[in-house]
């Protein structure tokens, strides 16, 4: 059984990752937008473990630290796999490693994401082996990531 529900998982984040896009906040109705160009699906994590990190900025506030603990232990619980979750620093220091980027961090890309969106939009979106669950604010972030929880992670 747990077999079947991580190949499920697998084939639900292969799906995301291929049509991953932009949600509004505002309002009663979300649109979901594809993305201008496919992306390739990337596998998060598998039997074998995972090559990912979770990364939240250095000077994030508790509520973005609180959403990177809620995905890690969601991802645990879900796979049985443990994503390791660093700041800025220790990520830098890790180097070279994929990372699904909760906020805004000191990868320039997260804070472009972040500034090309309104106070409540969020993004859930792949680029470079990276994904990012950026919002227009902290509470956007917090609705990318548990939407992603949400949609992809519970069973």
Do not use: W
Not at 21 to 40: F, I, L, M, R, Y
Not at 114 to 121: E, G, I, L, V
């Amino acid at each position: 059984m747990r077999k079947k529900s991580i190949q499920l998982l697998l084939f639900a984040l292969s799906l995301l990752l291929i049509f991953s896009g932009c949600k509004s906040g505002t309002g009663d109705t979300q649109d979901t937008e594809p993305p201008a160009v496919p992306v390739d699906p990337i596998t998060l994590f598998s039997s074998a473990g995972s090559a990912y990190t979770i990364v939240r900025g250095e000077r994030a506030s508790t509520e973005i630290i609180n959403a990177a603990i809620h995905l890690r232990e969601s991802i645990q619980e879900a796979s049985g796999v443990d994503i390791p979750l660093n700041d800025d620093y220790m990520y830098g220091v890790n180097g070279g490693t994929v990372a699904i980027v909760v906020g805004v961090t000191t990868d320039e890309r997260s804070q472009e994401l972040r500034d090309s969106m309104q106070y409540n939009d969020y993004m859930i979106r792949v680029e470079n082996n990276n994904l990012y669950l950026i919002g227009g604010s902290d509470e956007a972030t917090v609705d990318a990531v548990d939407y992603f929880i949400e949609r992809y992670l519970s069973q």
